[in-house]
C-alpha cells in the first residue's frame, strides 16, 4: 500500500511539473550600429510607428501572436509580447515579454532610428522644423514573434520580424517591406536561447533595413 502511495505521490509531482511554465521577462539587445563620419544633409521625421500585430486566442500556427489567458492580458501586455512557449502537443503555453517600460514598437523605432542615422541622416524631433526638404516616415510592425516547435531529441527555436516603411517626401513616395526570419536547435530550451534567436532575427532585419533606407 504504502509502495502504490508513493507511485501516487511520483505521479502527481511529474504532472504538476508539466503545468505551463511562467512568464518569462527577457530584455532584447539593440543591435551595434557603427556611426557615419561623413552625415548627408538629408533629414527625417518619424511622423509614426504602429504596432499592427494580430494576437489570437488559440491559433492554429505557432508562428500567430498569442497568450497565455490563464495570466494578466491587456495592451501593456501585447505590446511588450515577443514569444510564447510550447509543449510537446504544440500548444501555447508561458509568455515571454520584454521588460516594463518597454515595448516592442519602441525597440523597433529605436533600430529605425539607429540605422537612419547610421546612414548619416539627420533626425527631426520637433514637428514645427518639418521643412520642405524633411522626408516623412510611417511604419508598421506586421510581425514580430518566436515561437518553439518540440523534437523527439531537439527544439528548435524560430523568430521573425516583418515591416513596412513608408517614405514621403515632396517628389515621391517610397515604401520600404523588410522581412527576415532565423531559427536554431537546441537540445534544451532556456531564456538564453530565446534571447540569442530573437537578437540574432534582429540584427539580420537591420542590416536589411539599413540597405533599403536610401532615402
Same mark, same amino acid.
Given at each position: 500500500?504504502?509502495s502504490n502511495l508513493s507511485l501516487l505521490a511520483i505521479i502527481i509531482? *511529474?504532472?504538476?511539473?508539466?503545468?505551463?511554465?511562467?512568464?518569462?521577462?527577457?530584455?532584447?539587445?539593440?543591435?551595434?550600429? #557603427?556611426?557615419? &563620419?561623413?552625415?548627408?544633409?538629408?533629414? %527625417?521625421?518619424?511622423?509614426?510607428? %504602429?504596432?499592427?500585430?494580430?494576437?489570437?486566442?488559440?491559433?492554429?500556427?505557432?508562428?500567430?501572436? /498569442?497568450?497565455?489567458?490563464?495570466?494578466?492580458?491587456?495592451?501593456?501586455?501585447?505590446?511588450?509580447?515577443?514569444?510564447?512557449?510550447?509543449?510537446?502537443?504544440?500548444?501555447?503555453?508561458? =509568455?515571454?515579454?520584454?521588460?516594463?517600460?518597454?515595448?516592442?514598437?519602441? *525597440? !523597433?523605432?529605436? %533600430?529605425?532610428?539607429?540605422?537612419?542615422?547610421?546612414?548619416?541622416?539627420?533626425?527631426?524631433?520637433?514637428?514645427?522644423?518639418?521643412?520642405?526638404? #524633411? /522626408?516623412?516616415? =510611417?511604419?508598421?510592425?506586421?510581425?514580430?514573434?518566436?515561437?518553439?516547435?518540440?523534437?523527439?531529441?531537439?527544439? &528548435?527555436? #524560430? /523568430?521573425?520580424?516583418?515591416?513596412?516603411? !513608408?517614405?514621403?517626401?515632396?517628389?515621391?513616395?517610397?515604401?520600404?517591406? #523588410?522581412?527576415?526570419?532565423?531559427?536554431?536547435?537546441?537540445? &534544451?530550451?532556456?531564456?538564453?536561447?530565446?534571447?540569442?534567436?530573437?537578437?540574432? !532575427?534582429?540584427?539580420?532585419?537591420? %542590416?536589411?533595413? /539599413?540597405?533599403?533606407?536610401?532615402?
Amino acid at each position: 500500500m504504502t509502495s502504490n502511495l508513493s507511485l501516487l505521490a511520483i505521479i502527481i509531482l *511529474l504532472l504538476s511539473g508539466c503545468t505551463a511554465p511562467a512568464r518569462s521577462i527577457i530584455d532584447i539587445s539593440l543591435p551595434y550600429s #557603427t556611426q557615419p &563620419s561623413n552625415p548627408n544633409e538629408k533629414e %527625417v521625421y518619424i511622423n509614426s510607428l %504602429v504596432d499592427d500585430r494580430s494576437f489570437e486566442a488559440q491559433p492554429t500556427d505557432l508562428s500567430t501572436p /498569442s497568450l497565455n489567458p490563464n495570466a494578466e492580458q491587456g495592451n501593456n501586455i501585447n505590446a511588450r509580447a515577443i514569444a510564447r512557449k510550447s509543449g510537446s502537443d504544440g500548444k501555447g503555453l508561458g =509568455d515571454i515579454l520584454l521588460p516594463e517600460g518597454k515595448s516592442v514598437e519602441l *525597440l !523597433v523605432t529605436n %533600430v529605425l532610428k539607429q540605422e537612419l542615422i547610421a546612414n548619416g541622416y539627420k533626425i527631426i524631433s520637433d514637428k514645427e522644423l518639418i521643412t520642405d526638404k #524633411t /522626408s516623412i516616415v =510611417d511604419a508598421k510592425i506586421d510581425k514580430f514573434w518566436a515561437w518553439m516547435n518540440q523534437g523527439l531529441l531537439a527544439s &528548435s527555436i #524560430t /523568430s521573425q520580424i516583418s515591416t513596412n516603411v !513608408v517614405i514621403k517626401n515632396s517628389n515621391n513616395t517610397e515604401k520600404r517591406t #523588410t522581412s527576415v526570419k532565423q531559427s536554431d536547435t537546441f537540445q &534544451s530550451t532556456s531564456d538564453n536561447n530565446w534571447k540569442e534567436i530573437i537578437e540574432k !532575427v534582429l540584427n539580420v532585419y537591420a %542590416v536589411k533595413l /539599413s540597405s533599403q533606407l536610401k532615402l
